[in-house]
């Protein structure tokens, strides 16, 4: 069962890896203790996951009904919105500003008279050389997006243009504060550094230090490494309470060395996560046998500072009893040597297998 678990999921390529991946041929004697009908069970048992393998939650939020609550966090709201969404409003914010100054600057002229007295050199107009809406709207432009070409200008025989330059100076800093911070946010957004975190596509359960074992391995292929990275994870399972209340996909913590503090990682090569199964394991009672028939899935979360960003991944990964990873060879310590050495982030080694469950290994 084990083997064939390798052969079916492992063999799937990491999606955030560039590297191609392959993976080591299985003995003859592995492959023929396989139970024949298990490629049909995992054919026919497919499970929507709870986030996917790039790390997006698979959640929809339908018939929310409160729609202003979104509107009460303007900014956040942009800045998750999609980019072509982003950038329309974008540039629909700075043009209606500035077609909405522009009206007020020709309604000024218009209502003083400077348009009756275009060209007259006796009359002091509100806006010098200002002769319609495109010449208001153009001085609109310059005023808020502080150009000063010097060709048109505001006088001081107009009070009500001095009050309405200072208002649209005001206006339009406010405006470039919250639109050019909305962009930044979203171009910083560390989705793509995310790429480049590299997780092994199973989990694997195997004996370690005598002591049974859930692992996988995590690494990161650029020479900008990740600050203050921390890892965790959580098994998302449906239950039911002793009361007999069903909780749906319920979330119970899987502990990578909390305690330990084995869960801050240090990640300039690759790192095998390992959580124990003891008594306070969610797998204790769990063997291989009744792996595949659980409908469970596990999220690993990593975190960690990218320079100026906080980064925030999160992948769901394929779990069964299987042989442990195979190590890295020692001399890799160069990081070209460790992009090849990262080829077997996925590859195991063949060690005698304990199918029981932790709780009955004691």
């Given at each position: 069962m084990a083997a064939n678990v390798l052969e079916?999921?492992?063999?799937?390529?990491?999606?955030?890896?560039?590297?191609?991946?392959?993976?080591?041929?299985?003995?003859?004697?592995?492959?023929?203790?396989?139970?024949?009908?298990?490629?049909?069970?995992?054919?026919?048992?497919?499970?929507?996951?709870?986030?996917?393998?790039?790390?997006?939650?698979?959640?929809?939020?339908?018939?929310?009904?409160?729609?202003?609550?979104?509107?009460t966090d303007i900014f956040t709201t942009l800045v998750d919105l999609k980019w072509r969404f982003n950038l329309l409003i974008f540039v629909m914010v700075y043009t209606v500003t500035w077609l909405f100054f522009g009206m007020i600057w020709w309604l000024i002229a218009y209502m003083r008279g400077d348009m009756d007295h275009i060209g007259d050199s006796t009359w002091t107009p509100c806006v010098s050389n200002l002769n319609g809406f495109v010449s208001a709207f153009l001085f609109s432009i310059e005023t808020e997006t502080t150009i000063g070409y010097g060709y048109r200008v505001i006088t001081d025989k107009c009070p009500e243009g001095i009050v309405l330059l200072l208002i649209q100076s005001v206006l339009g800093s406010i405006v470039n504060a919250f639109m050019v911070g909305c962009m930044f946010v979203k171009i910083s957004q560390p989705k793509k550094r995310a790429e480049t975190l590299v997780f092994s596509t199973n989990a694997v359960i195997s004996m370690r230090d005598g002591k049974l074992c859930l692992m996988f391995r995590v690494g990161d292929l650029r020479n900008s490494h990740i600050v203050e990275a921390s890892i965790r994870a959580k098994l998302i399972k449906s239950k039911q309470t002793k009361e007999g209340e069903f909780i749906p996909l319920n979330q119970t913590d899987i502990n990578v060395g909390y305690y330990t503090g084995d869960d801050r990682l240090f990640l300039v090569s690759p790192l095998i996560i390992s959580h124990e199964i003891n008594q306070q394991s969610p797998f204790w009672e769990i063997s291989k046998a009744q792996l595949p028939k659980e409908e469970l899935e596990i999220v690993v979360i990593l975190e960690g500072m990218v320079e100026a960003t906080v980064s925030?991944?999160?992948?769901?990964?394929?779990?069964?009893?299987?042989?442990?990873?195979?190590?890295?060879?020692?001399?890799?310590?160069?990081?070209?040597?460790?992009?090849?050495?990262?080829?077997?982030?996925?590859?195991?080694?063949?060690?005698?297998?304990?199918?029981?469950?932790?709780?009955?290994?004691?």
């Open positions: 079916e999921d492992s063999m799937e390529q990491d999606i955030e890896s560039p590297v191609t991946i392959h993976q080591p041929k299985l003995p003859k004697q592995a492959r023929e203790d396989l139970p024949k009908n298990l490629n049909k069970e995992c054919a026919k048992r497919k499970i929507q996951r709870y986030v996917r393998k790039d790390g997006k939650c698979n959640v929809h939020h339908g018939n929310v009904r409160e729609t202003y609550r979104y509107l925030e991944y999160s992948c769901g990964i394929e779990t069964g009893f299987q042989h442990p990873f195979t190590p890295y060879g020692r001399a890799a310590m160069q990081h070209a040597d460790l992009l090849n050495e990262k080829s077997k982030t996925n590859t195991t080694v063949s060690i005698p297998q304990h199918l029981k469950s932790a709780i009955q290994n004691t």
